[in-house]
């Protein structure tokens, strides 16, 4: 319909596209497009080589047997009013309206509209390229046409970018369709159908629909260079039609961005030394021009892959040696904002070693050791090893990749060198002094059991600490957390159980401040041990279970980071009379992160088994189970705790049953005292004072009564008397069990 006017041939620019049959049926967009039509106006926006102009063509040869259809394909030349409206006009007319005089005067609106009347069916009239109208005077022409469209008009604008129109209103009533790149994209089942496509292999599919993202004219080009090796043609495309229609300072801007996977305004400001990043990529989102916003990142853009891949090709061919440089200068910005990740990502690409060193020490290291695994390690993977020795901060880094690959001694080697890297420096910045510090603690002393030497290192560490401010050390908080967890453990294992119980609780506080769940569930699962051996039961089953969920949640249950809360649990359930529940724990601590536990939890899984054997009547074989493990304990272990633990399951191998309390050696034979039911009713009844919220807030934390003291501006007689009051309202005997109330009343 949209052909002829009165038996003559019209000018090409009233003729749809020619619309070949397609080999894809894509149903659905057809059904869009019906969908659409049903109200006044349609937009069809994406960029170029999505399919837009060939969905219309093919919907109207599909439906112009019963649907009045005019199409104009829209110029430059339509800027001028006389022009788009005679085009407009004529477009009518081919459709089957007849209306009479030309496309001026006030009236344009209800003439067309009474001409639409006298048709069988709503006209849908095509504008295609409706982006080549910037002419105010034809836009606000077009406007007040679209404020009350004529009820049998149906406009389908199709282009680049948002038309320059104002269709707030229709959108917000609900009468504007849009169909985006998003609707055009193919999917895997429709790409199957293409020609060029059908011989591939599933997989490889898969990989150019993720490279393409659906574009049609993407998939095309990529399926014949994968024939042919190479991706010229879709480069040539991307650049051609998309880069070089955008104003040079924009094509350079694009370029130099290209580096990153996706892209804010600061970043991009960072990047080309100008200021308006955001609004430069608000203009290339809104032109369709394949850069999208991110709408779970407010603020934040991404360029098609292709598109990425092309910029980034004519960066290295236009600028050799620059692409490095953007990656240092990305790196820079994304420490600035404490984005640690991105930024070591960016040092990697930059391939700047000694800066990927520095970042991994001052921001991602402290991480490492408490568990946190993430990528961070995997990054430090991409440092050439023949690098390692160029700095302390690099030696560090491979001491962390070899320790990750269960190569203690070679972990131990990479800090030796550390060390005498720092020596011959003489001195080293403040991160990597504390970092190799506490590496130094946890391998050469956690690891091999050296507990009293681990409770002084980790006190120097922490006095150390105390004369930082957070700007000087970046990872601070994370620092005085694993320094006091482990510091916690050492207490507990040389048997200082009061001041365990201090630490381990200020270690799981700290912990949860710095989101630090390892950490979190390290310290808890100590303080379900300490639990245990002072003849709590109850209380360590709800410390380990605490530890077991949030290890859940973080997704490292099964990790070797798990094993000590897995192993306290096993003793629990020996004494709830569950061995087959407590080997099964057994099993899991043992074989938790499929790696060799430390020398201390390695004992303790021997002890869980001995006792198992105990419980099931085989007390030669616990006692052969014992004595082996003795054999083979290395040297350094030093856990006196553990080792009179161990002698006390020694000496009752002789019988099968242990009349001591299981797990309570006799010198941790001393109870937590019990509050009376009456006393708890009473404590419930009184309220803190405001001064005794105060002092109870300090509670949790490893301060003396005089460091309280002095932070409250108190005398230390004044804090002494508010914490027995304190205790005596929550019907606790000591601090630890006065935490335990006031978290369980909701007052911390």
């Not at 949640?553 to 306290?568: D, I, K, N, R, Y």
């Amino acid at each position: 319909m949209a052909g002829r006017q009165d038996g003559r041939a019209l000018p090409e620019r009233f003729a749809r596209p020619p619309a070949r049959r397609s080999p894809v049926e894509r149903t659905r967009l057809a059904d869009l497009m019906d969908a659409g039509v049903r109200g006044p106006v349609t937009v069809i926006r994406a960029g170029a080589g999505w399919g837009k102009s060939t969905l219309v063509a093919s919907w109207v040869r599909q439906r112009e047997a019963s649907q009045p259809v005019g199409w104009v394909t829209l110029g430059a030349g339509h800027n001028d009013p006389r022009v788009f409206w005679a085009d407009l006009l004529t477009a009518v007319r081919a459709g089957g309206a007849v209306i009479r005089g030309d496309g001026t005067g006030e009236d344009l609106g209800r003439r067309l509209a009474s001409a639409l009347d006298l048709l069988p069916k709503p006209l849908v009239l095509v504008l295609d390229n409706h982006h080549e109208l910037v002419s105010a005077a034809v836009l606000d022409g077009l406007a007040r046409l679209l404020h009350d469209p004529p009820p049998a008009l149906r406009l389908v604008l199709v282009g680049r970018g948002e038309p320059l129109l104002p269709l707030h209103r229709l959108r917000a009533a609900g009468e504007l369709s849009e169909i985006r790149a998003r609707h055009l994209a193919f999917c895997a089942g429709e790409a199957a159908e293409l020609p060029e496509l059908r011989r591939l292999p599933r997989g490889e599919l898969a990989r150019l629909i993720t490279r393409t993202e659906g574009w049609a004219v993407g998939l095309r080009l990529l399926a014949r260079a994968t024939a042919a090796g190479d991706g010229r043609e879709v480069r040539d495309y991307l650049l051609r039609e998309t880069v070089g229609a955008l104003p040079p300072e924009t094509q350079r801007f694009l370029v130099r961005t290209s580096i990153a996977e996706t892209v804010c305004g600061p970043l991009a400001d960072a990047l080309t030394g100008e200021r308006n990043g955001l609004a430069t990529l608000e203009r290339l989102n809104d032109a369709d021009a394949f850069v999208t916003r991110i709408e779970e990142r407010p603020g934040w853009y991404r360029y098609h892959p292709l598109l990425r891949a092309a910029l980034r090709h004519q960066l290295a061919v236009e600028q050799p040696g620059a692409e490095a440089h953007l990656h240092l200068m990305a790196a820079r910005w994304y420490e600035r904002e404490r984005l640690v990740t991105e930024a070591m990502r960016h040092a990697v690409a930059a391939e700047e070693w000694r800066y990927l060193g520095r970042l991994a020490v001052d921001h991602a290291m402290v991480r490492i050791l408490s568990g946190e695994r993430g990528e961070f390690v995997d990054l430090l993977r991409l440092i050439p090893a023949g690098r390692h020795a160029e700095s302390p901060e690099l030696a560090l880094c491979g001491a962390v990749v070899r320790y990750d690959d269960g190569d203690r001694p070679g972990a131990a080697v990479m800090l030796r060198l550390t060390r005498s890297l720092a020596d011959e420096l003489a001195g080293v910045a403040d991160a990597t002094g504390v970092t190799l510090r506490l590496m130094e603690a946890g391998i050469f002393l956690w690891r091999n059991g050296r507990m009293p030497e681990l409770v002084e290192a980790c006190s120097h560490l922490l006095e150390e600490l105390r004369e930082f401010r957070a700007d000087q050390l970046p990872s601070l908080p994370h620092y005085r957390a694993v320094a006091l967890n482990e510091k916690g453990a050492g207490l507990l294992w040389t048997g200082h159980s009061d001041d365990a119980d201090r630490y381990l609780w200020a270690a799981a506080a700290a912990a949860r401040r710095v989101d630090a769940p390892v950490i979190e569930v390290n310290a808890l699962s100590h303080l379900a041990l300490l639990s245990y051996l002072r003849g709590s039961p109850a209380e360590a089953r709800g410390f380990v279970q605490a530890a077991i969920d949030l290890a859940h949640e973080h997704g490292f249950a099964t990790s070797s980071q798990a094993s000590m809360s897995l192993l306290t649990r096993a003793l629990v359930q020996l004494d709830e009379g569950r061995p087959v529940d407590a080997r099964e724990s057994l099993r899991l601590g043992l074989h938790a992160g499929g790696e060799e536990l430390a020398a201390v939890p390695a004992r303790l899984a021997v002890l869980v088994r001995a006792k198992l054997l105990l419980a099931a009547g085989e007390p030669d074989a616990a006692r052969a189970t014992l004595r082996q493990a003795r054999e083979r304990a290395p040297v350094s272990l030093d856990a006196p705790v553990l080792e009179r633990w161990l002698r006390t399951i020694e000496s009752n191998t002789g019988t099968v049953l242990d009349h001591l309390p299981a797990g309570r050696p006799p010198q941790q034979a001393d109870a937590p005292a019990v509050t009376s039911g009456a006393a708890e009713a009473a404590a419930q009844e009184e309220t803190l004072s405001d001064r005794e919220r105060d002092v109870l807030r300090y509670l949790p934390t490893v301060l003396t009564t005089s460091e309280i003291a002095g932070d409250l501006f108190i005398s230390v007689n004044t804090v002494k008397t508010h914490m027995r009051s304190i205790y005596r309202k929550l019907g606790a005997a000591r601090r630890r069990e006065a935490v335990v109330r006031a978290q369980q009343r909701g007052l911390l």
